[in-house]
């Protein structure tokens, strides 16, 4: 499962297609240059209950990593995702 990202300084997202179409999206918004928001993340049901949700957040978490900033997760499914993987909260 290939994860995209397309960002234009304001907006972005990781988001996975198949077959040409968007079946899945994590969107975030920068707040300032040291921090963004994920705002929403939808999976379609093509993907649902395979994991696709979990691993747009670890992209968004190794994205944060290598840009030194941090992430605020505003969306309830990454908030959840972030309760549950202690791992991830290096970047809250």
Sequence with gaps: ME??????GKKGKFYIEQDGEQVAELVYTWAGPERFIIEHTEVGDVLAGKGA????VAKAVEFAREKKVRII???P???KVFDKVAEYRDVL
């Design 3 to 8: 994860i995209l990202h397309t960002d234009n």
């Design 53 to 56: 949700g979990r691993q747009l």
């Design 73 to 75: 997760p505003l969306c």
């Design 77 to 79: 499914f990454a908030k």
